[in-house]
């Protein structure tokens, strides 16, 4: 027996190297890294290739170990070099995504340390630096001092928690769910459609309220709707408003809706995924009135806050609510039970065990301060109005509602031809060039081409670079054509 002990022993402390071994991979994740990083500047934002990374399959689970050199080979020829580049300056497709150095290293601590960050008692300055964390962000959106939240793994999650947090307060249960009410407009982030989905309110009225002229939810139509939802004896339930819309960065009349909210009894619930960080812009504080009075906001760390994906945020202006969603006992857990100064994370979501998501936030924050992160916001909102303007220069151009945020849309109508497809021509030519990535979307059945600037690496040089690109592929197919 205790040969067989030590047998084992001596392979599984395979599992905890020494540290001449640590040091070498840590050289050599560094030097990978740091090519990554310095190669950024040339390499492109989009990349297809036949392979398309196939090749990753040689590297399947075996027995034997592998050495790591081989490991960052593969990773650089087959993830990174294929696909979207989220870390490069030149991807405004989509929503981009961030990527910021500190919270590499944050998660690097955490991934470390191991702190236990669901259970108070198990981590206590990990639960208060996360909890800081989510009260600074209740702070930053007005909030009082009983709204709390929860770090989630992204946008998605936040709304899908927010949903559940609103069927509980209100009590629903399966027998009302076919009565209840859930507005929302055409706009919204399909993300609303799978939260309900996921919350087992498939079975739920949705009731999409017109856009105005801009895009924007009708409040109007909203009352009117709610009106004759009660009078049908239904129960009109969740409103879900947009700040900053995917497609055009659209913000929903927030005032407007959080007055019906509040005379109708409604959830309000604001989807602030992407524009939710905007409020560290002073100059846009305006934009945000009524927010204050939203049962719910979604933020999204990951996008505005330039934060590598796997952080998004829920604020629930209530706490009470949140612990009535989620909170649960178990025998086992008893010793945590009254040993708490602070809410544990496991007390107000789905997760038990989770990641230490505190620390790849708060060191970033903590070591650029938040001044550079205020002026990028600023910075790309502008680097949006310019491009709106010059886009509007070139000849033949047309452009979508003026951003109220950093996505725009536009497109070019042709003298002769279908615009629809000499667009998604265009998009095809500036995505196989891959220096820049855009994405595109459909709205009213027009094709439009979209630039949503969020990446923290997007500066002038990559908007001048992209009207480069623009005009080139139009003054050669005008050329073609004669
Ligand atoms: C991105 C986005 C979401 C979804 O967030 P994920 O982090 O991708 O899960 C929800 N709503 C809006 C408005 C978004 O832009």
Known sequence: MINKIKELEKLSRLLDPKESIREQWNAEVL?????????????????????????????DIEE????????????????????????????????????LYPSALGDYMAAISNRYAGVFYAAPGAV???????????????????????????????????????????????????????????????????????????EAQLRYIPLDNNLKLSAE???TAIIEDKEKGLIPFYINASFG??????????????????????????????????????????????????????????KTLFLPYGTGAVLIKDKENLLKAYHCLADYMQDTVGKEDEISPADISAEQTKHFRGMR???????????????ALEEKLNLTTYFYDEIQKLPGFEVGPEPELSVAIFRYVPKDGDANVFNRELIEAIQTDGRIFLSSTNINNVFWIRIAIVQFRTHLEQIDLLLDIIKKYIDDTSTELN
């Not at 405004?92 to 990527?99: D, F, L, S, T, V």
């Not at 560290?280 to 305006?286: N, P, Q, T, W």
């Not at 936030?361 to 002026?375: D, E, N, S, V």
């Open 361 to 375: 936030m708060w060191l970033p924050l903590k070591l650029f301060g938040l001044k550079p992160f205020r002026a």
């Open 245 to 302: 819309t995917t497609n055009t960065g659209t913000i929903d009349p927030l005032e407007a809706i959080a007055e019906i909210a509040k005379k109708h009894k409604l959830w309000f619930h604001v989807d602030g995924a992407y524009g939710g960080f905007f409020k560290l812009v002073k100059k846009l504080d305006s934009k945000f009135k009524g927010i204050t009075e939203a049962d719910s906001i979604t933020l999204d760390p990951h």
């Open 64 to 99: 034997q170990a592998v050495e790591l050199t081989s490991l960052l080979d593969s990773t650089t020829k087959n993830i990174d070099g294929v696909g979207i580049n989220p870390a490069s300056g030149g991807h405004m497709g989509y929503i981009p995504g961030g990527g």
């Open 221 to 223: 139509h909203l009352e």
């Open 128 to 202: 208060r630096l996360e909890n800081m964390i989510i009260k600074w962000m209740c702070r930053l959106m007005g909030y009082p001092t009983t709204a709390f939240g929860n770090l989630t793994s992204g946008g998605s999650i936040a709304n899908l928690m927010a949903l559940v947090t609103a069927r509980e307060a209100y009590n629903l249960k399966a027998r009302d769910f076919e009565k209840s009410v859930i507005y929302l407009t055409k706009q919204a982030h399909h993300s609303i459609l799978k939260a309900i989905r996921i919350s087992g309110l498939s």
């Open 31 to 59: 030097e990978y890294s740091n090519t990554f990083i310095n190669n950024l500047d040339t390499s492109k934002a989009f990349i297809q290739s036949k392979e398309n990374g196939k090749a990753i399959y040689n590297l």
